[in-house]
């Protein structure tokens, strides 16, 4: 079984702190009191850095929150994901192309994907347009992408299965 790493496509963190000063207090817990004595001393000055940073954060996150995520995103206005298992730790997800069936625009959180059944696709995304051929039993795992669109442009029905770990 051949297993692929896609790169990292998103610039989002992976939880939301309401500051940057939060990250600090985490990490540096056992030396609260240097770090709160930094607070006091600095804070005023850090705070216009702060904000442009938290900004930035906001403005390269707002795509990714105005898109649906792959259970919602169909396909011409019908669901091409189903469903199939959720817990507490993890989301699977069955996602079904026939050929001229694709899935619009939208985001993926970190996951790991399996190519149930493979075809010819073609991949929209921030780097271009490519076409692909995807072998059964393919493998691979993303940190997330920001966002992409695929079109099965081949002759089989391909289909993948998706895991999301929460």
């Known amino acids: 079984m051949r297993h692929l790493k896609l790169r990292q496509a998103s610039a989002c963190p992976p939880a939301v702190l309401t500051s940057p000063i939060d990250l600090d207090l985490v990490v540096l817990r056992d030396q609260s009191k240097i770090v709160l004595s930094f607070i006091r001393k600095f804070g005023d000055a850090l705070r216009p850095v702060a904000l442009v940073a938290s900004l930035t954060v906001l403005v390269a996150c707002t ?10 995103a169909g396909w011409n206005g019908a669901p091409v994901c189903e469903k199939l298992h959720e817990d507490a730790d993890q989301r699977i997800l069955r996602c079904t192309f026939p050929p001229g069936v694709g899935h619009e ?10 190519t149930i059944a493979g075809g010819r696709m073609r ?3 921030s780097s271009g347009t490519r076409e692909v051929d995807l072998a059964t039993g393919i493998s691979f795992a993303s940190d997330g992408v920001v ?9 089989s029905t391909t289909v993948f299965l ?5």
């Not at 998706?162 to 929460?166: L, Q, Y």
């Open 147 to 155: 966002w992409h669109e695929v079109l099965n442009i081949g002759d």
């Open 105 to 114: 625009r939208h985001y993926h959180d970190e996951h790991f994907g399996y």
């Open 63 to 72: 795509v990714r929150s105005t898109l649906p995520d792959p259970l919602v």
């Open 162 to 166: 998706i895991v999301e770990p929460k």
């Open 123 to 125: 991949i929209t995304d």
